[in-house]
DNA sequence: GAGTGGTCTAGACCACAAT
DNA sequence: TTGTGGTCTAGACCACTCC
């Protein structure tokens, strides 16, 4: 049951990007170094760097070293980000209004999506999303007390509810549907779109320690938001 | 410019199992037959094989051997499969109307799209896609003649566009769009939805040997049908 | 027991970047 | 010139599967 040293090194890497301890675009220490410092040789402490890098983590440059990569990739599509983060890196400001945030009990379809108790209560959140003041997303989203339970204490006109969550409950799997749907007034009222008017419709559940940690809806006016990618 | 040994492994045994030589399930040549076949040490061997398993493309059982992994795993959202495979998956029949296929010329924002002279032709196809009689995706494919020349020659009852162009032009590169929208009149009259019904439209181009290839359009009833995938 | 994968070492040669 | 990454070799020990 003994972690191979190459998986040590690439954990305690990991470990260290993500605390923070290395930001994007450090150097990282060098195979060299890796050599001395854990005491393998060159090909173990290369095999990690190497895939790291073929991870999208670091980005390697020969005869200059190992660094860490630029932001995330934005690998596929339903990259897990804050849209708050999506819209600043089109240079756009965002802002948003939180219309709900409160308890809820007695929702049997989601205790049931959660996997919980039928009669444990539910936190939920309902934001709105401004990009330039206009509105863009209505985010419904629907937590865990187990793994979040501070969530209702959060700002999230600060930060938002997908960054708050990453921070205490680093997400392990996560399943996603995307459809073409119709608003509910609620939705329509206000994304200020007409009641007929097509949305994107992002449903997503996160998991966390083997548990559903939130189930979320993002609803997007279809004439204002896509989503695009690449690969 | 020479390619290293463990890329030559890569490639030719990814080659074999793009043509079919490999298939899901058989058995790769083990890490001792290719240090015999290639002339290399057992880590350069090793090492295309763990590569590509990390790619997901092959499976390795310790003790027993090196296998082609199954299928495609729908590693994301977008991934370029044939509809008709898909719906076979879920256990429904498919079927499709080929609607148009024939030339196209002048049509100046697509040979922008692919980077085209603005005077060459295109070639085009509209095909009308069932799930258990049931229309599901109206597809408009937009095609690279450079690359696919025999492509109007094809009988796309019998082989879908996606895999025909698979063959022919290997892909490169893809992006994409997801967006919600309503229907043209002739997309709602194909897929037999009113005028108002939103549809989920995926636009994407596909590029091969570094030019685009194709650019399609796949419009489904948002009723009907949803995107979905896991990570 | 024979074959296979999982991993490691100690040394090597090369290409490239920074100085 | 020095340090870094890119890659390779020849051998080794272990754990596992299959027969």
Redesign the pocket.
Known sequence: MKT????VIKNDLLARIQSGDLKEGDRVP????LVAQY??????A??A??ELMNEHVLI???????FVAPPKFNSTLVEIRSIGDEIRERGHVHSSKVITLRHLTGEGWLTDEMSLNPKSTVLFSRILHFENEIPIQVEMRWVNPGLAPGYLEQDFTRITPSQYLMQVAPLQKVDYRIEASLPGVGVAHDLQIGNYEPCLLLHRRTWSQGRVASVVELWHPGARYQFSGQF
């Open positions: 191979p040293p190459y998986l060098s195979e060299t170094q005491n393998v040789s060159r090909m173990t290369g095999r760097l190497i390697r440059t020969q005869g200059s070293g190992t």
